[in-house]
T-cell receptor
Framework: TQLLEQSPQFLSIQEGENLTVYCNSS?????LQWYRQEPGEGPVLLVT?????EVKKLKRLTFQFGDARKDSSLHITAAQPGDTGLYLC???????????FGTGTLLAVQP | NAGVTQTPKFRVLKTGQSMTLLCAQD?????MYWYRQDPGMGLRLIHY???????AKGEVPDGYNVSRLKKQNFLLGLESAAPSQTSVYFC??????????????FGPGTRLTVL
């Protein structure tokens, strides 16, 4: 059972465009993380959001945690080729904060 | 400080063969995890450990065993490999902390093919 669904699954855009990736679930999470993964490497943490409604900005990336802590979004402004990669959301649950990963969004930014 | 390392990087097995994947971390982290990554499915947790000498099942534990004899190492074993275990395997570790500091550090992965 996949608890976290990401959309879109694939996204190919031109440099300079804006985009939003969604991460949705019917379950509540204690925190939500976003990772980026490049080919041949492991995922690297971008951000952790903990509070419902929380918004965090990381340069051109804006992350939002839903009010009910069930969903999240990642917005990239003026995308650059260096943003290309697989974006994964992950929700933490349980006493040991095990992560449930989303299905992933593969982003390609063309120069 | 190497972070999280995994050996081997690539491996091809025949059905029924066995192998062990090694994960090592030099950050003195208490928690360690083994995931598998398959296309369109994100990462799924196989087994995890909250400390030396302890292990627990994750989301997809069948066909795998693990051991954490030393704090810095977490081994993943396949006793009798099956084609369904063809995947990329990632190890991760994290220290005990608050939700805001709950960062998992991932290794570079092991690409396993079972023929």
């Amino acid at each position: 059972t996949q608890l976290l669904e990401q959309s879109p699954q694939f996204l190919s855009i031109q440099e300079g465009e804006n985009l939003t990736v969604y991460c949705n679930s019917s379950s509540v999470f204690s925190s939500l993380q976003w990772y980026r993964q490049e080919p041949g490497e492991g995922p690297v943490l971008l951000v952790t959001v903990v509070t419902g409604g929380e918004v965090k900005k990381l340069k051109r990336l804006t992350f939002q945690f839903g009010d009910a802590r069930k969903d999240s979004s990642l917005h990239i402004t003026a995308a650059q080729p260096g943003d290309t990669g697989l974006y994964l959301c992950a929700g933490a649950r349980g006493a040991t904060n095990k992560l449930i990963f989303g299905t992933g969004t593969l982003l390609a930014v063309q120069p | 400080n190497a972070g999280v390392t995994q050996t081997p990087k690539f491996r091809v097995l025949k059905t029924g063969q066995s192998m062990t994947l090694l994960c090592a971390q030099d950050m003195n982290h208490e928690y360690m995890y083994w995931y598998r990554q398959d296309p369109g499915m994100g990462l799924r947790l196989i087994h995890y450990s909250v400390g030396e000498g302890t292990t627990a099942k994750g989301e997809v534990p069948d066909g795998y065993n693990v051991s954490r004899l030393k704090k810095q190492n977490f081994l993943l074993g396949l006793e009798s490999a099956a084609p369904s275990q063809t995947s990329v395997y990632f190890c991760a570790s994290r220290k005990i902390g608050t939700l805001h500091t709950d960062t998992q550090y991932f290794g570079p992965g092991t690409r396993l093919t079972v023929l």
